[in-house]
């Protein structure tokens, strides 16, 4: 499948290094925008941008003039990055046309699911976006989870949770990082949470529950080894 460009545009040097380590690694190209007069023009030169992540600060033209501009002229998917959380401001985006709207500080993982997903969505994505291990098969375009070709039924929660643990195969994850992964960082809950939704999704997997394994005092490690050991 063709690799699909992705502008970036924030004022923040940091900020952009951040986000394009974690979009390369997954095939994107990115192209970078210190500025909104720059995404702009960057935009209609390039011509087969497949989605922009915009920062709604910056100097020059701000995020929500660069969404003017382009969507004039351009239905392409924008994910709006900001650090203002405010109401206010989201649903001036969704007016403007912005397709996702992400506070910062964010997940960068999180950032990149929002991408696939949007990207998805306008018929751009994967279409064979599939997860298979160990007897368990994720389809992530459709939301489906098979267990030894048998479909079970996983909450939205409990689906991201299993995608995390199979993409994280073989490595120790704490509490932490599951929380800020899976649940983002705007989420104030505890550890109580993930026990209870890994012990409901180990409960689901039937026998193949065993290959999440308890890292005592740390976390969980996702193991399709686990049971023959």
């Known amino acids: 499948m063709e690799k699909l ?3 970036v545009v924030d004022d923040e040097a940091r900020m952009r290094k951040l986000v394009k380590d974690f979009l390369q690694r997954q095939d994107y190209i990115v192209i970078e925008a210190e500025n909104g007069e720059q995404a702009v023009d960057i935009f209609f030169e390039e011509k087969d941008i497949a989605l922009i992540l915009l920062d709604v600060m910056m100097p020059k033209m701000d995020g929500w003039q660069v969404t003017r501009e382009i969507r004039q002229f351009s239905k392409v998917p924008i994910i709006m990055l900001t650090a203002r959380a405010d ?97 983002n960082y705007d989420y104030f809950g505890d550890a109580r949470t993930i026990d209870t939704h890994v012990k409901k999704l180990r409960s689901k997997l039937g026998e193949k529950g065993e290959y ?18």
Do not use: C
């Open 5 to 7: 460009k992705v502008l």
């Open 87 to 183: 109401e206010r401001d989201e649903l001036l985006g969704f007016d403007l046309g912005v397709d996702e709207y992400i506070s910062k500080p964010f997940s960068p993982k999180i950032l990149v699911a929002r991408v696939n997903a949007v990207l998805r969505r306008s018929g751009k994505g994967d279409a064979e976006d599939v997860l298979e291990v160990g007897g368990i098969r994720v389809d992530k375009s459709a939301h489906q989870v098979t267990v030894d070709g048998k479909p079970i039924d996983l909450s939205f929660k409990e689906f991201e949770l299993l995608q995390y643990f199979i993409e994280n195969t073989g490595i120790a994850l704490s509490r932490e990082k599951i929380l800020n992964a899976v649940w």
């Open 212 to 229: 999440i394994r308890t890292i005592w005092g740390m976390g969980y490690k996702f193991d399709p080894n686990a049971e023959k050991k």
